[in-house]
């Protein structure tokens, strides 16, 4: 196995984790601390305080350029 593609497993194992509990969860209670449910998609890219999970953005789309860096590198190699 590649480096490169022993470095990406947990990545990708931590942001499909993540994204399966967004799927199967509404959010986050008491985040904010007045009762009501931090919503997933608050809490991300374009919520209004998706500076809490910027890291999960961040994640996913350091996998797609990986990806994508990969599919290009297999077709020059080709």
Do not use: C, H
């Not at 990545?11 to 009762?35: I, Q, T, Y």
Request: aromatic share 12%; hydrophobic share 40%.
């Amino acid at each position: 196995m590649s480096k490169n593609k022993e470095l990406q497993k947990p990545l990708k194992r931590l942001f499909f984790d993540l994204k399966e509990l967004f799927e199967k969860s509404f959010g986050v209670a008491g985040l904010n601390l007045n009762g009501e449910i931090a919503r997933w998609e608050d809490l991300t890219r374009g919520g209004f305080m998706d500076e809490w999970l910027f890291s999960y953005d961040a994640a996913y789309d350091l996998l797609e350029k990986i990806q994508s860096l990969e599919s290009n590198s297999e077709a020059q190699e080709k």
